[in-house]
């Protein structure tokens, strides 16, 4: 009883009393039926607009039909198979993993699972977290309407007109997923996404026979009621998520009024949702231009939203506060930094759900650099390389500058170090949390290579899965710094909770004739009595080598030091790490199997080397071998 009530205190002083309260009003608000009130199943049909003053008035997008793209079209292969796996009723999940749908899938089965949600249930009386249903991320990934990207890239590259199919599959989520019934009406982040891939897709088939008077009223009449239930649900992802959630709902509801205008709603609902945006990038990328949830995958997300906030504001001749300007630019600098510029991909660092919002080359999701250059472009007017995705907003004719710096780059508000030595980086996170963290990783090391990614992250893999995997990738021993006696840093609580947040941490990197050297320091390990963890790394210049020294304090007589390395298996033979204890004697390695996610729900053989020993210090060795 009294650890519940120290944990309780934690997350108070934590989360703050505002969240706490928020939480406790909302639960009890959803119990006693007050959302069903306030967001109605049965609405009344609205109309704002007829089609044909829509298509002869269009708000200004990024592009007035598919007609008018400034973009070369060229025969993709790869955009046929996918298609007509999409029209076979498979499609592509978290960027990844395909699942067989079936030509007639209804919305609501977990194809994971084979749960079937009741779509009579209001979307406040729907569980997102059961056994029994499985991971409801699920059910909302073909909901979110991304493959449409697919889609019309395919129609556009291999001159094959899919208006028909298209608006058959927005026609059939309409009719099969009552406004405010059923899961997928449970995020408003999810309702968000969908309402800005339906608009890119009108835009594109705006001239097309299969876009008719009778449909467009339909589709407008779903997006005024699935945009009145992300603002009336919105403090929701502002104080009780308060991550990239919050980014695109209140995006969504800026750009509802310069999208859909005629809404009368609109207008208050942009003007608010304008100011909130601006809050939430304020908040939410520190002023180093780090991101609040410690991920890469979703500070691309925010980068991605933040593409499409800036370019239609600029289309509309509008402005945002300079702190959005200021924060965009700082998110490049740090992703940049954190880029590896051979591969293009970055860490899989934090929290990863496979999330690509708006696919718009086919790249891989883990390659970053047209997502960045789209936020360079809309910005600047600059890219590091020309890509696809640029003609899709509109821009053209863009200058590349591919300079690219090496050396120390430090970002200490979130407390990342890195040293980039031509195509050699070395990556360390080093930071005390402010805001909720998703993992128990201080201290990580990742080492890159020639595009190779040699000591690694293992991942996140699911969100909704069983204690013992979920402990796994988002604790410490699936991530390459240091336990005691197995423990986390932190001690988790449920689902992404973790008390005892790390609260002091301090790291620097200086640079010497042949060698750079980090040292961080943080306090952690306080469920089982207060530690504090001290690694050095240094790095020597022109070799692919790395000395490492790990120090806890104090180290109890019934203690354990467990280091760990989770190592790419596919280059196991290209590395060698040695261990030796505080007197010099070398240490015994562990070797396990174990798994590797860098997409959502699916993972891979890594192996995990580790070393233990009783006295206080580990002196390790890595060399990468030639």
């Known amino acids: 009883m009294l650890n519940k009530l120290k944990r309780l ?46 298509r002869n008035n269009t708000p200004i997008f990024f592009f007035d039909g598919k007609e008018n793209i400034p973009l070369t079209a060229k025969e993709s292969e790869a955009l046929k198979i996918r298609f007509r796996e999409n029209k076979q009723g498979t499609f592509t999940f978290f960027s990844s993993k395909k699942h067989d749908l079936g030509a007639t899938y209804n919305w609501i089965v977990n194809p994971s699972t084979g749960y079937k949600y009741d779509i009579t249930k209001h979307w406040s009386d729907i569980e997102d977290l059961s056994s029994e249903a499985g991971d409801i991320k699920y059910v909302w990934e073909k909901a979110r309407f991304s493959y449409l990207y697919d889609i019309i890239r395919h129609d556009y590259h291999n001159d094959s007109d899919q208006a028909a199919f298209v608006f058959s599959e927005i026609d059939n989520f309409i009719k099969s997923n009552p406004i405010n019934l059923g899961p997928n009406y449970k995020c408003s982040q999810e309702i968000s996404l969908r309402i800005l891939n339906w608009t890119f897709a009108l835009y594109y088939y705006k001239n097309s026979e299969f876009l008719t008077p009778e449909r467009f009223d339909s589709i407008m009449n ?85 593409t499409w906030g800036i370019r239609l504001s600029q289309l509309h001749n509008d402005t945002f506060t300079k702190a959005v300007y200021e924060k965009a630019k700082k998110s490049l600098d740090f992703l940049e930094a954190s880029q590896d510029p051979v591969s293009k991909q970055l860490p899989n660092y934090g929290s990863n759900d496979g999330a690509l919002f708006f696919k718009l080359t086919d790249d891989d999701y883990r390659d970053y650099q047209s997502q960045l250059d789209d936020l360079r472009a809309v910005l600047g007017g600059t890219v590091r390389q020309n890509s696809e995705s640029q003609c899709w907003y509109g821009l053209q004719n863009l200058k590349v500058d591919s300079t690219r710096k090496d050396g120390i780059f430090s970002f200490r508000e979130s407390g990342y170090d890195i040293i980039q030595e031509e195509d050699v980086k070395t990556f360390l996170r080093c930071g005390s949390y402010k805001d909720r963290p998703f993992q128990a990783d201080n201290l990580h090391l990742d080492l890159w290579a020639n595009g190779i990614n040699y000591i690694w992250d293992v991942g996140s893999y699911l969100y909704n899965t069983d204690e013992k995997t979920v402990n796994y990738f988002v604790g410490t021993p699936g991530h390459n710094t240091v336990s005691v006696n197995g423990e986390n840093q932190m001690l988790k609580g449920n689902r992404f909770i973790w008390y005892n947040w790390i609260k002091e941490a301090q790291s620097s990197v200086t640079e010497e004739e042949d060698r750079y050297i980090f040292k961080g320091t943080i306090q952690a390990f306080k469920h089982i009595g207060k530690r504090q963890h001290t690694r050095t790394v240094t790095k020597f210049k022109g070799k692919l080598e790395w000395h490492i020294e790990d120090e806890i304090s104090p180290l109890k007589e019934e203690d354990t030091m467990i280091q760990y390395w989770n190592v790419n298996p596919i280059v196991a033979d290209k590395i060698a790490v040695k261990a030796f204890d505080d007197k010099n004697k070398e240490l015994i390695a562990k070797e396990d199997t174990l798994w590797y996610s860098v997409y959502y729900g699916v993972k891979t053989p890594s192996i995990r080397t580790s070393f233990e020993t009783t006295a206080p210090k580990i002196k390790t060795i890595i060399t990468i071998l030639t």
């Open 222 to 306: 779903s997006i005024y009621w699935q945009l009145h239930h992300v603002y009336n649900n919105i403090n929701f992802s502002r104080i009780a998520v308060r991550n990239n959630h919050a980014i695109t709902e209140t995006l969504m509801l800026y750009i509802s009024g310069l999208l859909f205008p005629f809404i009368p709603e609109t207008k208050k609902w942009s003007r608010q949702g304008k100011k909130w945006f601006e809050q939430e990038v304020n908040y939410q990328i520190y002023d180093d231009g780090t991101f609040l949830q410690f991920s890469m995958n979703y500070h691309r997300v925010a980068v991605q939203l933040l």
């Open 9 to 54: 205190i934690d997350l108070f002083k934590n989360m703050g009393m505002r969240y706490v309260a928020f939480r406790v009003h909302y639960m009890v608000s959803s119990k006693l039926g007050f959302h069903k009130s306030k967001f109605p199943t049965s609405p009344d049909s609205k109309t704002f607009i007829t089609f044909e003053d829509w």
